[in-house]
């Protein structure tokens, strides 16, 4: 592989292993939807999609002294939080599952964002992780069985 | 009504009365909106969905001490301010419509912020005004006379 | 009164009412409070100090259609929300005092915050609302009671 | 053009000044996207139309001190940076491209809100200038050999 | 303990319940930090401390389906993001601490954010966790060790 | 110079440009107010020191295609809007007098900010601005003139 053209300032091996290590990282995390993303720049900020891989996922996430598992719940929280980035927030729902944070892990997660960030928040969270799931597999039975109670339960009320 | 498999930590009559105040003070302020929200997560948090009514209904809106009208004001103001929560913004534009806010106080309360939040903020509000008093009916006369007003102004501008 | 030579491009009898209406609102709403923050701008930013009496409080706290103590409780919940203005915070919270806010409805609005923003929003504007009453004057003996009886029960349950 | 009706507390000739100033203003910097979103108030909020002219491009705007350029670059990363103002970032990017920033300045001041405010706030900022870009015209040569060589980086590197 | 006459609207065994199990989930994670920060609502919000150790700490924190470790993580990263709840994040570094997430691992949260909130968000969150280790304890020799190194690199480099 | 015992990861030339480049950059911007936020991590997260210098300052702010001029208008504008980070928002309000801005300029920046975030924000930025300016120096001649005036027209007014 050669990256010189497209970014001339980082032109020796020692940035390659940069942004090799970086993209390895975004691909183990966010798989193909972030693959996606930083091709989505290519055309309007190239030298951004090499930013992203080298900086975010070639130096921060490929430090030691937080797991993987960690470090994804920390992003859904925060991005949950922030309540503004819902694309991003999709794609690290999706990578949080990758990294083995459960389904439950993360709607905990989203919930007790309520808490902090509000409860439109974490509602707003939560529909970011049903269109997750949704497209990831099938929903646990257990929380189908759920839903069917609560469904009664708002109707019987009523 | 039985809560138990549902919510087994909410095992006695005391928290159904909790939930059976929310879900009636729910149903007052935000209608069939905020029917749907709490139904649309049964299926990824079930649990949550007896939280909303819990605690923000349950709990804060039925206290005494301020008026709905003025509650409404304020989430109204507060939402419109954050700007990041355009559903829930929607469902109490709705909801404020409901227990009493003309449709004129909700416009005075999203220009004003305009002030604290920014114009941005302001504009948004007003585009979440819009659809909700678009379903909820006819536009007022006065409303009507004075956009055609500005729309000839700005023409005759040009 | 003549206000050319600091406002050189507002040079006549209409926008002078802008800035005496303006300013007498100001008065009337934020008090001495806020005639220090307009006054602390003129070393500064002249100009901002005439824009904050023309544009706030001579064209938006001037209208109609949404009376003073809704427009104080609005603002009050929006910059609670928002968390990041506490100095404005406490000018209105004053002001909401100043046009007939009671104590209990200002601790009410800043309290249901805590759905729309977070607990630490609520607690942060809890304790804005603790200095200007502390400021303003004695606190309620019906408060006095229960922050008795809270403490006693969070000592006993130790 | 008369403004009476529309603005009864704006009935003299200064404040007519203050809005044609300011109308100008805004048919420079936003052209039609800006005059879109004032007439799309007339409906809900004419007098916030109203105001939206007098303010932010009557007043602010048109004030000497800093060049156009500098003002549209402030307002590109202040939206950028908040997040969640996709439609009024959108109108500032054409602003911007309207007053003589090039696409490549506002590239780079939507990239280096990454340090500022995060790299999802600079992704979604480059979402919204991609399409404003594309309404308006080609993209850059330069931008486009770039996004190929991107695009066969990644895919070589798979 | 008797709670009667301070939550009125919780008289019975089951909301007990919840109080104390939250009274003790809040003295487990936030130690002595979070009893202060109740006590202090005593005179001005004497229900919302009530509210504080139900809702957060009684219903959110005492769910299974996520760690106490995980559950701090997500609480830092988030404050850290939102940049605008120092006193909270603070109180929940010393509640990471307190459930073992190490002084390593918050470190790594907090620069984490750089990357979706920004720097200026890590620096102001890496401000809080420093006060937060002086007053828990010594600095860690490695830590120690490298900031020889960095200040010596800092002033040959000058 | 050696940077190898502090940082592993970045062991050969190139990365030492990078660090070195950004150094220099961070000098001439921030001069020893950056510094000394970058040696005040040393103690707590000496990496954080140097992914500082690297990522904004070696990365984004020695990219051409957009002058220092412009970049620290973004900057002081960004964190005007933000308004969650004081003490950075003082270090570029001091850069960006480094780099050429003027003080007219940085004001107007910041006032400009009333139309996108609110008159909170704007009033706070100024607020840094005047902590920074006075530090810096004298007062402008013209602003004090213009205090005296606006200072004679509030007081006559009352």
Avoid: C, W
Avoid at 15 to 29: K, Q, S, T, V, W
Avoid at 48 to 62: K, M, N, Q, T, W
Avoid at 117 to 128: E, V
Avoid at 132 to 154: D, K, L, S
């Amino acid at each position: 592989m050669t990256n010189t053209q497209q970014s001339p300032s980082n032109s020796n091996s020692n940035d390659n292993l940069r942004y090799e290590r970086g993209l390895a990282r975004l691909r183990e995390i966010d798989g193909e939807g972030g693959i996606k993303v930083v091709e989505s720049l290519a055309d309007i900020a190239p030298d951004f999609a090499r930013l992203v891989i080298e900086f975010p996922f070639g130096d921060i996430y490929s430090r030691p002294g937080l797991d993987l598992r960690s470090r994804e719940i920390a992003v859904v929280a925060a991005l949950t939080a922030m309540g503004n980035a819902a694309p991003q927030l999709k794609v690290h729902i999706q990578g949080a599952l990758n990294v083995g944070v459960t389904r439950t892990e993360i709607v905990e997660t989203i919930m007790q964002m309520a808490v902090y960030a509000g409860f439109p928040a974490a509602l707003n969270g939560l529909t970011a992780a049903r269109e997750v799931f949704a497209h990831a597999g099938v929903a646990t039975p257990a929380a189908g069985r759920a839903a069917a109670t609560v469904a009664a339960t708002v109707t019987a009320t009523a």
